[in-house]
């Protein structure tokens, strides 16, 4: 134990000295937690509208000045040919492109019919969804609301017995920064434990001192228990510090218990520690840990469902996602912060957790040897 105690000085003298070692543990979360919740989101906050106004009635002002009373339609143009809204749509100036057609007012007059014409830039196919289906709900309202006006007919109202109250649980204001921010930190365990391990046992080699070590009688658990706790430590402190930002500046509502979710937090920190361990003993050089653990890392937070679903993808890729450390991870902060789940809810992935985390780490004891 004292051997242990030694070698655990040693290394927090180590990584206390290095320059490049003190920014990753304290500027990393605060910069992935400050920049990233904020840029990484689906929400339509602004869509730049482009009016092709071909009828100048009063019917088409009308219809322009509902989608300007909402308050994330943005209508900077107003022009007179559909070409040129086409143009904006290719040069990314606007979002949509409404084309309101000659006549349109005198063909609801005589015909009870009019058409119109909705151009969505689908480049994003999630924005472009959400585009129509907000203008389509504008429309449709303003539809209703012209049969009513020009048939004198009462627009309708459910019937007084019925009434339907919304609420959403786990997320009531719908606040994607509050979805956002549990997965975010999920990436930063992982990245702060997997490169940080890895990358300190290279630099010993690079150094030179990792043959002093392998001279001494240390043994090999105490050496790879020594290199693992002093990132284990650490990984679970930016987890710390990355909730009291979330707190503190996104107003996030922890609802689960915080002992519970350091709990998994550790045995998933065993996993990643070993694998960031394991791509180590496998490289040279410190730029070929950070090449290696880049490629298992895009893999990881792709697959691990921080922007999309999971059950969305190919069955295959779920099958796949299974051996994906980040992807129980993911829902264990989701639902362990969000939903305030406990253990027996989150037992599959404290399980799976196990598991990946044994084998991992046995493939870094196995692969390592003192004789590197």
């Known amino acids: ?16 000295r290095n320059r490049t070692m003190l920014p990753m543990i304290f500027g990393v979360p605060l910069l992935q937690m400050l920049v990233l919740v904020f840029a990484a989101t689906f929400d339509m906050k602004k869509i730049d509208l482009t009016v092709v106004d071909k009828d100048l009635s009063e019917t088409s002002r009308e219809l322009i000045a ?15 040919d559909e070409s040129i809204g086409e143009e904006m749509l290719l040069s990314d100036d606007a979002d949509a492109v409404l084309v309101i057609p000659q006549n349109m007012e005198r063909n609801l007059v005589r015909n009870d ?3 119109i014409q909705l151009l969505v830039n689908a480049i994003d196919g999630n924005s472009a969804q959400l585009i129509y289906a ?19 007919i009462p627009e309708f109202t459910p019937p007084a ?10 997320n009531s204001e719908l606040e994607y920064k509050w979805y956002m921010a549990p997965g975010i930190l999920a990436i930063l365990v992982t990245l702060i434990g997997m490169f940080l391990s890895g990358m300190n046992l290279v630099r010993e080699k690079e150094i030179g001192t990792i043959e002093q070590l392998n001279v001494t009688p240390v043994k090999k658990y105490q050496f790879i ?10 990984a679970l402190f930016d987890l710390a510090f990355g909730l009291f930002i979330a707190w503190i500046v996104f107003d996030l509502p922890i609802v689960g218990n915080l002992l519970l979710l350091f709990g998994f937090a550790s045995i998933y920190l065993l996993g990643v520690l070993g694998l960031g361990l394991f791509i180590s ?39 796949i996602d299974r051996l994906n450390p980040i992807y129980y991870f993911m829902k264990i902060m989701r639902n ?3 939903k305030g789940s406990g253990f027996f809810d989150l037992l599959e992935e404290f399980i799976s957790l196990l598991v990946l985390g044994t084998v991992f780490l046995s493939l870094a004891i196995w692969r390592y040897r003192k004789t590197n």
């Open 66 to 80: 509902k989608f300007d009373a909402i308050p994330f339609y943005h209508i900077e143009f107003a022009v007179r």
């Open 1 to 16: 134990m004292k051997t242990i105690l030694y070698i655990l000085q040693k290394e927090f003298r180590q990584i206390f």
């Open 113 to 115: 019919e009019a058409r």
């Open 225 to 234: 228990i020594a290199k693992l706790v002093p990132f284990w430590l650490i």
């Open 281 to 319: 003993t496998v490289s040279d050089t410190q730029q070929q840990v950070m090449f290696i653990s880049f490629f298992f890392l895009m893999i990881f937070i792709l697959m691990g469902g921080i922007f999309t679903p999971v059950e969305s993808m190919p069955h295959w890729a779920q099958t």
């Open 161 to 170: 017995q019925v009434n339907i109250s919304e609420s959403y649980w786990y």
């Open 336 to 338: 362990l912060v969000l």
């Open 134 to 152: 907000y203008s389509a709900q504008i429309l449709g309202n303003f539809n209703k609301h012209l049969i009513a006006e020009w048939k004198r």
